[in-house]
């Protein structure tokens, strides 16, 4: 069984950093790529980053670009994506998700996400 | 950046209806790349369709989805109690980003 387990959330002041883990099981890790989506209370999804299966490619949204990083241990079947300078517009629910392709390039056809994450709140607040 | 415009954005029926929710590109897109999910209030999403008509694994088959280049649609043939709730579409393409339309929300009517 697949399963996608989020951790490192919470309240967080602006401009602090966190560190946002997803333990990942019931598959070949390494062979898909992973991407991280967030939802900020009562509003929509919104992608933030994309990383191969490998993780020698990375991806990022224009709107996180340069304060996220993403990576991940496949060693571990850990993804992790790394938050600095948060922000108020930063609180949201963030999922971790699965491409359904196992390939280990992120872009293509049917990458869609096959299985998410329960999702691990980050508040930013003073 | 590809642009998805769902609607309606919110669709009142009632059990043993048939929902047609819609989901516009802002350009023409390769059905390989569009997927839609349904979320229930404190939940993860949950794939439905992906490549535009091809049902995830475990999705009743009162569930499908059409559409091609501009224009798709998430048919629920027949509601069910448990169907109402949030969808989104989703294009994932051959680049980034990946974009999510606003979502509709099936109510009961």
């Known amino acids: 069984e697949v399963q996608l387990l989020e951790s490192g959330g919470g309240l967080v002041q602006p401009g602090g950093f966190l560190r946002l883990s997803c333990a990942a099981s019931?598959?070949?890790?390494?062979?898909?790529?992973m991407s991280w989506v967030r939802q900020a209370p009562g509003k929509g999804l919104e992608w933030v980053s994309a990383i191969s299966g490998s993780g020698g490619s990375t991806y990022y949204a224009d709107s996180v670009r340069g304060r996220f990083t993403i990576s991940r241990d496949n060693s571990k079947n850990t993804l992790y994506l790394e938050i600095n300078s948060l922000r108020a517009e930063d609180t949201a629910v963030y999922y971790c998700a699965k491409s359904l392709s196992s390939h280990d390039y992120v872009w293509g056809s049917y990458r869609s996400f096959d299985y998410w994450g329960q999702g691990t709140l980050v508040t930013v607040s003073s | 950046e590809v642009v998805l415009t769902q609607s309606p954005g919110t669709l009142p029926l009632s059990p043993g209806e048939r929902a047609t929710l819609s989901c516009r590109a802002s350009?023409?897109?390769?059905?390989?790349?569009l997927a839609w999910y349904q979320q229930k209030p404190g939940q993860a999403p949950r794939l439905l369709i992906y490549?535009?008509?091809n049902r995830a694994t475990g999705i009743p088959d009162r569930f499908s989805g059409s559409g091609s280049g501009t224009d798709f649609t998430l048919t629920i043939s027949r509601l069910e109690p448990e169907d109402f709730a949030l969808y989104y579409c989703?294009?994932?393409?051959?680049?980034?980003?990946?974009?999510f339309g606003q979502g509709t929300r099936l109510e009961i009517k």
């Open positions: 989703q294009h994932y393409g051959s680049s980034p980003p990946i974009t």
């Open positions: 350009q023409s897109v390769s059905s390989t790349y």
């Open positions: 490549g535009a008509s």
């Open positions: 019931g598959f070949t890790f390494s062979n898909h790529a």
